[in-house]
């Protein structure tokens, strides 16, 4: 438990495995749990669930398979507010809009930006994918475009294209801290006309059943 608190998984492991190799086959559920907890914590998820289920099957009814338990179903949870470790989305539609003229990059008289309504098709895609996950460490990458265009004033169709990457730490079983660089680039008519560049730092806390919170600052630079 000592190594656990100073975030020392593998040294944790490492001693809980000589133990239970000096005491031959002999089953010991503060033992697995603990080792659980460990390996959890090390990165290895699917051997810390196995060591969980373990703990359940060979003390049934034990303080050791209730803890087991709510580790299992918190790691649920873990996994359920954390979303796919890789993904691909995509969307498209057709809206209206009472004036696609407003959405112009450049400054006019009132009189030539009204009565301009059309009809526009827009999609969009999101991709992306956690790259590793190991000792209370994170990262991954991210990608997303969307575009609109407008069917008769074809002069105001947009796109933007984006990218980002994450780096997260671990503060605890239940706390992320996330560092995620992004940046973009917009296109009017097919000329560029603004770039983006931001940093996000975000702060997030598993509350178990009532859910997860998450609290970040963005600083960004727009560039037109």
Known sequence: MILLEEQKPADAISRLERSRSLQGDTFEPAADYYAALAQAENGDTARAEDSLRRVQQMAPGTVWAERAGEALEQAEARKASAGPSRWLTAQAGIDYDSNVAL????????????GKPDARAWWGADAGSQLFKKNGWGGGVGANYNGNQPFHRTQFDQHWVGASVWLDRALGKSTLLRLSPEGGFGFFNGSEFVRYIGIRPELR????????????????????
């Open 103 to 114: 959405r112009g990059n450049s400054i006019v008289q009132p009189g030539s930006i009204s």
């Open 205 to 224: 806390h598993d509350f178990g059943r009532a859910g997860t919170g998450s609290l970040f600052v963005r600083y960004a630079f727009n560039d037109f």
